[in-house]
């Protein structure tokens, strides 16, 4: 076999994308050889050109290249605040453009099994940002899964002595969605949580 | 929505790779982010490590660090040139274990409707080596497409008049595969194909 070290490094790097297996990997890298030596140092530049400018916005956590991210710098907002996972979750929220308050990035949630606990997850800084921004409201849109769940009842007894109003995100069968193809535990959910026409 | 130049020009960059869209683009970009910056240094230095390192062999024109690949160097071979479409068919043939040979990268295959001749793909070297090494067999193992056929024949047409036997890698049904489920024209390739038992 031709072994070339170089190569296998690169493929390596690859691999450690998410989702991203030995053949992708190799293909990436492949593709990459096929481009001009210009277009490599492009994108090589573009990867620290990100990690080194972006970092977290000093109030919310979100991505930002500057001190204070453009949603938490809006002029006209809402006192209320979306707690989210992660920086892609402000993204797909901001895509419904009907939401005007801040957010707030947790960057994980509470996950006992991987030994994260609150402390491990961006929690006390809410605290302080409810208490200085006069929030009215904090609507935790976690992912509807175990450590979503937890992390939401976690958000929720740390926050409502306080006196402040938390929400959480509803959760029922997708808009487009057939009843005969949702799964169980959604289709549970959905009745539970039946409101009055 | 939060623009950030520097993470637009990354995920356009990840874009660029082989089946890769904006969604999985931005996953991959915001993976980098979470990376410490020691670690992406590394990634786009190997990028670059390979793309100046590595080129094509000056005899087989696949993939090398060195001045004739590992393949090309190998002592005992057989006079034999398995001709294949990219250096990552190389890699699937030597992974069989059966082939003593050498191998000869074309770089693309001829396609019409894509304006590629002849001349645009690694075939003119290939005469010169048949000539030189005293081949006496060229396998033609291009993909069983029309493109990967009609080169096949081109170099069928090149080579016999040289008096090289030249061969098609076999087609028909795949180890394993089951009849119900072979599409039409492979089960037209095996039968025309059969072979007495």
Redesign the interface.
Same mark, same amino acid.
């Given at each position: @076999? %031709?072994? &070339? +070290? !170089? @190569?296998d490094? #690169?493929v $390596? *790097?690859f691999c450690? #994308?998410? !989702?991203v297996g030995k053949k992708t990997a190799?293909?990436? !890298?492949?593709? #990459?050889?096929t481009?001009s *030596?210009a277009d490599?140092? %492009?994108? $090589? +530049?573009? @990867? &620290? +050109? $990100?990690?080194?400018?972006?970092h977290y916005c000093k109030i919310c956590a %979100?991505?930002? +290249?500057k001190e204070i991210?453009? &949603?938490c710098a809006r002029e006209k907002k809402e006192p209320i605040i979306c707690v989210v996972k *992660?920086?892609?979750d402000? &993204?797909a929220l *901001?895509?419904v453009r009907e939401f005007n308050g801040t957010y707030h990035v947790l960057h994980g949630v509470i996950n006992p099994l991987e030994g994260k606990g609150p402390n491990d997850i961006n929690i006390r800084s809410l605290l302080d940002r409810v208490k200085n921004e006069n929030i009215v409201e904090v609507i935790v849109a976690t992912n509807p899964d175990v450590e979503g769940e937890a992390t939401a009842m976690y958000i929720a007894n740390l926050l409502k002595p306080l006196g402040i109003k938390v929400t959480r995100i509803a959760q029922g069968i997708s808009m487009g969605s057939e009843l005969e193809y949702t799964d169980p535990a959604t289709l549970s959910k959905a009745l539970s949580s039946r409101r009055e026409m």
């Open positions: @076999m %031709n072994q &070339i +070290d !170089a @190569m490094r #690169l $390596a *790097e450690k #994308l998410p !989702a190799q293909r990436y !890298a492949y593709f #990459l050889l481009q *030596e490599v140092r %492009n994108f $090589a +530049d573009a @990867m &620290i +050109d $990100a990690k080194t400018k972006i %979100n991505f930002t +290249d991210c453009d &949603i *992660e920086p892609k402000v &993204i *901001e895509k």
